[in-house]
């Protein structure tokens, strides 16, 4: 059974309104670092979410506004569930429903073998960060500025705690407390059963990443994708990695203490442990991999555009790229094993099950491939591919012109947009697609082609950085 939210009456807010929004805490405004972008995630059907996995049948969202299950052993689709917005969270799985969150402004629970809606909950603004649950409690953020606590039998509020911003962050839950970050530069860790503060910690940065954390053995016990529920963990000595938008990562103690910290060249967007090492990935189109004990750099390894998420599956670290790569590498040392490349970026990490991984891309295709990187066959759910559409006032263009080409001064309002082209593609068959960019100022038209290039005036340059990144 499917749901159809069209013509449901409630308050939104537009997204660009929440995205485009001043900081605030504690009364005080926030001085900003970088200019704040209004950003429309995808109105085509591109695939962000990581997929989930139960019992034979993958779960997943897209930005048409769908919740699939589809059959991973064939592709075939089950059913598909449709609310009011794109599916940017992650979906979770507990107690035989699927949770998962939209930028319509709902936490939705369905039965996972028929896609009948139980219970949603409403929130009244959008979601990016991706449900968790532990001890049967669903945590979630909310670019309302809320840290949500709700019961995941039945969709209750239990208590919800107020940042500064936005939270885009995916909460990490041991210890008997919830740490994520906020929009406002802080790392929060709040009491998970009451939603009272613990303390927080004050970076320079907008952080929309997710904590990754370990034990005292180094050890992962948290990252990114904890798609199941859990009972809660508990770390004797356990560290924090949190990445910010002032490009440092911080490597936090359980008690909100620093023990180090490392700049990479832009910002950090997420992090993930293995074996006495840190990898991080970061808009500066590098993967790092760091020495846990104290941050000192192991090697780096670079692609033709940002990554945003990063994991390792069973010895092999895994970087979805905004270049269209899926890259496959060796975590001791950089180096590169294989890379399969779809028709655009691919954000999200996969998911391994056996020999197979499954991810999304842009291109609006679920991918199913080898650990080898062979293709076994891919889902396309027939949107077209336009996923990242940003928009802004003069001034907040201006000030991301001035971050990149310092020179510049834009006479009047301009606009970005990705656009899309066919091109052809290795394992990502026919239906492949290339970003480009262009804007104007003056009377100049300025195009950007291509993951690692701009063109002025005819002469391409080399390792453009994307101003307009969230």
Same mark, same amino acid.
């Given at each position: 059974?499917?749901?159809?939210?069209?013509?449901?009456?409630?308050?939104?807010?537009?997204?660009?309104?929440?995205?485009?929004?001043?900081?605030?805490?504690?009364?005080?405004?926030?001085?900003?670092?970088?200019?704040?972008?209004?950003?429309?995630?995808?109105?085509?059907?591109?695939?962000?979410?990581?997929?989930?996995?139960?019992?034979?049948?993958?779960?997943?969202?897209?930005?048409?506004?769908?919740?699939?299950?589809?059959?991973?052993?064939?592709?075939?689709?089950?059913?598909?569930?449709?609310?009011?917005?794109?599916?940017?969270?992650?979906?979770?799985?507990?107690?035989?429903?699927?949770?998962?969150?939209?930028?319509?402004?709902?936490?939705?629970?369905?039965?996972?073998?028929?896609?009948?809606?139980?219970?949603?909950?409403?929130?009244?603004?959008?979601?990016?960060?991706?449900?968790?649950?532990?001890?049967?409690?669903?945590?979630?953020?909310?670019?309302?500025?809320?840290?949500?606590?709700?019961?995941?039998?039945?969709?209750?509020?239990?208590?919800?705690?107020?940042?500064?911003?936005?939270?885009?962050?995916?909460?990490?839950?041991?210890?008997?407390?919830?740490?994520?970050?906020?929009?406002?530069?802080?790392?929060?860790?709040?009491?998970?059963?009451?939603?009272?503060?613990?303390?927080?910690?004050?970076?320079?940065?907008?952080?929309?990443?997710?904590?990754?954390?370990?034990?005292?053995?180094?050890?992962?016990?948290?990252?990114?994708?904890?798609?199941?529920?859990?009972?809660?963990?508990?770390?004797?000595?356990? @560290?924090?990695?949190? +990445? !910010?938008?002032?490009?440092?990562? =911080? /490597?936090? $103690?359980?008690? &909100?203490? *620093?023990? #180090? %910290?490392?700049?990479?060249?832009?910002?950090?967007?997420?992090?993930?442990?293995?074996?006495?090492?840190?990898?991080?990935?970061?808009?500066?189109?590098?993967?790092?991999?760091?020495?846990?004990?104290?941050?000192?750099?192991?090697?780096?390894?670079?692609?033709?555009?940002?990554?945003?998420?990063?994991?390792?599956?069973?010895?092999?670290?895994?970087?979805?790229?905004?270049?269209?790569?899926?890259?496959?590498?060796?975590?001791?040392?950089?180096?590169?094993?294989?890379?399969?490349?779809?028709?655009?970026?691919?954000?999200?990490?996969?998911?391994?099950?056996?020999? @197979?991984?499954?991810? +999304? !891309?842009?291109?609006?295709?679920? =991918? /199913?491939? $080898?650990?080898? &990187?062979? *293709?076994? #066959? %891919?889902?396309?759910?027939?949107?077209?591919?336009?996923?990242?559409?940003?928009?802004?006032?003069?001034?907040?263009?201006?000030?991301?012109?001035?971050?990149?080409?310092?020179?510049?001064?834009?006479?009047?309002?301009?606009?970005?947009?990705?656009?899309?082209?066919?091109?052809?593609?290795?394992?990502?068959?026919?239906?492949?697609?290339?970003?480009?960019?262009?804007?104007?100022?003056?009377?100049?038209?300025?195009?950007?082609?291509?993951?690692?290039?701009?063109?002025?005036?005819?002469?391409?340059?080399?390792?453009?950085?994307?101003?307009?990144?969230?």
């Amino acid at each position: 059974m499917a749901y159809d939210s069209r013509g449901l009456e409630y308050e939104q807010r537009p997204l660009e309104d929440i995205l485009g929004q001043a900081s605030e805490h504690d009364g005080q405004k926030q001085e900003e670092p970088n200019a704040r972008m209004d950003i429309e995630f995808g109105r085509g059907g591109s695939i962000v979410t990581i997929p989930l996995f139960v019992d034979g049948v993958l779960y997943f969202g897209d930005c048409l506004k769908f919740l699939y299950a589809v059959d991973a052993a064939t592709g075939v689709e089950r059913w598909r569930f449709q609310v009011g917005d794109a599916l940017v969270g992650s979906p979770n799985f507990y107690n035989g429903r699927i949770y998962f969150d939209s930028c319509d402004g709902f936490v939705y629970a369905v039965d996972a073998r028929t896609g009948a809606q139980v219970w949603r909950f409403h929130a009244g603004d959008s979601f990016f960060s991706s449900p968790v649950i532990v001890d049967g409690m669903l945590y979630v953020g909310c670019c309302n500025k809320y840290m949500y606590a709700l019961d995941a039998e039945t969709g209750k509020e239990i208590w919800k705690y107020r940042t500064g911003d936005i939270v885009l962050s995916t909460p990490a839950v041991v210890n008997d407390m919830v740490i994520f970050g906020s929009y406002d530069k802080y790392v929060y860790a709040l009491d998970a059963k009451t939603g009272r503060l613990v303390w927080r910690y004050l970076t320079n940065g907008w952080i929309y990443s997710s904590p990754a954390i370990a034990d005292e053995n180094e050890k992962s016990v948290w990252t990114l994708g904890q798609h199941y529920a859990k009972t809660m963990t508990y770390v004797k000595d356990g @560290t924090i990695i949190m +990445g !910010s938008y002032d490009d440092y990562v =911080y /490597a936090l $103690t359980l008690n &909100g203490s *620093l023990r #180090w %910290k490392f700049k990479t060249g832009d910002a950090v967007s997420q992090a993930c442990f293995d074996d006495g090492r840190i990898f991080l990935a970061s808009i500066d189109t590098h993967i790092y991999a760091l020495d846990s004990h104290n941050g000192s750099l192991l090697w780096k390894f670079k692609s033709g555009d940002r990554f945003e998420t990063i994991i390792t599956r069973e010895g092999v670290l895994y970087g979805p790229s905004h270049d269209g790569h899926l890259y496959a590498l060796e975590p001791s040392s950089g180096r590169l094993n294989w890379k399969f490349r779809t028709g655009s970026f691919v954000y999200s990490v996969p998911t391994k099950v056996g020999n @197979t991984l499954y991810f +999304g !891309s842009g291109d609006c295709n679920l =991918y /199913a491939i $080898t650990t080898d &990187g062979t *293709l076994l #066959w %891919k889902f396309n759910i027939g949107g077209a591919p336009v996923v990242l559409k940003y928009k802004s006032n003069y001034d907040r263009i201006r000030n991301a012109l001035k971050r990149l080409f310092r020179w510049w001064k834009p006479e009047k309002p301009v606009s970005h947009a990705y656009d899309t082209k066919p091109v052809a593609s290795e394992g990502g068959g026919p239906s492949a697609y290339k970003s480009e960019v262009g804007y104007k100022s003056g009377g100049t038209t300025y195009q950007m082609s291509g993951p690692a290039g701009y063109r002025m005036g005819g002469e391409k340059k080399k390792d453009w950085r994307d101003p307009f990144a969230r």
